[in-house]
């Protein structure tokens, strides 16, 4: 299975911008990169995914390398909330479930 | 607000005790998942169910068991919980199909085996 690798953790300003890479070199043509966070004491909660082109939405913008080997997720104004454990996932095309956890990148936000 | 809950944050039990876990969700979702949390290893897939009475296993689905009899509820069941089952477990229910695969989670269960 392809798996993702990711810095254990990194530290940012409030808000300002922040981008957490993810290396997915082994990824397949039909997977897709998903991207969850996970706040203290909580479960995941879903960010953003995308296949092949960048995306955005009202809480990130998923940037997806050409070759698809790697990404980047962009938080464009970090707050103290933002403060999580983020996890880049690849979900297997042929697979309507199967999600691949990496084991995450603790974002550190300083006020 | 959609609600995926857990029966218990925090639960300890002795080795070779039969262990329940319960989540359920109030969305109206067929697929549910149970997973495992231990640091540096992100989440591993224990087993999941497409629906009602329907279960597959997942990646590491050794010394556990699942349950669905209703829509909502989806049990996790350690037959006889040893020590090396001491994990956050996280249940997770999603709606299926396309390329959206928004899962959404419950908030953990603590669980030691003593």
């Keep these: ?51 092949t082109s960048n995306v955005n939405n009202r809480m990130a913008s998923l940037a997806i390398a050409e070759d698809r080997k790697s990404s980047t997720l962009i938080l464009h104004r970090a707050t103290l909330r933002d403060a999580a454990v983020y996890y ?8 309507n479930y199967q999600l691949i956890w990496g084991a995450g990148t603790k974002l550190i936000i300083k006020p | 607000d959609v609600k995926v809950t857990q029966s218990s944050r925090y639960l300890v039990k002795r080795t070779g005790e039969k262990v329940f876990l319960e989540c359920v969700q109030d969305m109206d979702h067929e697929n549910m998942f149970w997973y495992r949390q231990d640091p540096g290893l992100g989440l591993r897939l224990i087993y999941f169910s497409y629906d009602v009475k329907m279960k597959e296993k997942g990646d590491i689905p050794e010394g556990y068991s699942v349950s669905r009899e209703k829509k909502e509820r989806f049990s996790l069941i350690l037959e006889s919980a040893s020590t ?3 994990s956050m477990y996280l249940c997770a229910s999603r709606t299926p199909g396309g390329d959206y695969n928004e899962q959404f989670f419950g908030p953990g269960t603590r669980l030691t085996v003593l």
């Excluded at chain 1, 290396?23 to 995914?49: A, F, M």
């Excluded at chain 1, 880049?88 to 042929?94: P, S, T």
């Design chain 1, 1 to 51: 299975d392809a798996k993702t690798t990711q810095p254990n953790s990194m530290e940012s300003n409030e808000e300002e911008p922040v981008h957490l890479p993810c290396n997915h070199s082994t990824i397949s043509g039909t997977d897709y990169i998903h991207w969850y966070r996970q706040l203290p004491s909580q479960g995941p909660e879903y960010v953003i995914h995308g296949l």
């Design chain 1, 88 to 95: 880049c996932i690849l979900r297997r095309g042929d697979s």
């Design chain 2, 84 to 86: 090396n089952q001491t």
